[in-house]
């Protein structure tokens, strides 16, 4: 994040949010998917104030455009996001939205805008997030009988993990000792489990960070893989989770991390923390031996990591009917509202969660 409190008002605020991706060692790829975005939000929020604003608000002396998109509203954001659809994918239109609402969540933390237009915007698009109707569906019987036959520990403890929490694969890699608090559990006595100040009062859960991002040192360790998240969450962990994570560490290797992860390699990539190729591919092998994966086929077919997230979703908003607590799990909710959850934590998260979530072994 900058510090450059003369750069809090930058006259080209796209400019500016490029170069701290510089900064914090984004590849040119990455850098250039976002200026293509965010100069095309630019020129979207200029042509549709047409010419009834005056050059002093949106131009400098020399014809720059600049603090348009400082000044760009909600409905500036819905109108852009509502101008892609037709021409582009969903999944398209929601990395679209997904970049510029980066960009104002930066901005506003560096002090440079005082607001996230995107906040309200994404927040309507999380509504109907993973209502694909040609996803395949899968219900809770039949997810059973597939986790059936996965054996090994591993793989049972890493499916189970995403089946059950909802959390996206580099989120459930990026996991510690730390991160895991199961104080009734036998590995508690091998392993310094659940260290985290955050657990202190909330056994039997899983910490999420927001801070894990690829490139940067987190808990002694540069991370291969990033956090999504939009700030840190606990999660609640039922017995299964604990049954499957529990004999995962019985057989753990020593790892190679002084940040000990959770999820390591038992093959090539041995005591090495497991990265997110790694776990599609273990869901894809066992996926493909039960008949839900085929090359070629696409999200309508295949069951892959991504799709445990929507099978969680799925079946958990349909058993609660609290779209709040399921968006609050995965990580898609504005601060405000994850302050609410966390301050009322027990009442409201883990009592839903205990109450709703289906049973798979």
Known sequence: MSSDTESLDPADPVGYFLEDLTYHGKTDRTKRSYERVLRRFESFVTDR???GRSDADDTTGNGTTTNVTARATHRDCMAFV???RGDHAESTVASYAAYLHRYYT???QVGAFESNP????????DESIDKDPARREIDVPAMRAFLDRVRHPLHRAVIVTLLKTGMRVGELCNLDLRDVSMPGSPAASAYDLGTRPALESRPDSLYVTGDARVGEPLNGEIRSAANK???ETVIPIDDEIERVLTAWLAIRPDAVSPAEPLFIGTAGSWGERL?????RHIVEEHARDHGWYRTGGGASENVTPHYFRHFFTTHLRDRTGDRGVVKYLRGDVAED???TYTHNWGDQVRATYESHIYELL
């Open 82 to 84: 509502h101008s892609l």
């Open 337 to 339: 509202i994850i302050d």
């Open 229 to 231: 998240r939009k700030r």
């Open 49 to 51: 104030r047409g010419s």
């Open 118 to 125: 995107m906040t309200l915007v994404m927040e309507e698009m």
């Open 106 to 108: 930066y901005m506003t």
């Open 275 to 279: 990265d997110p190729e790694s776990v």
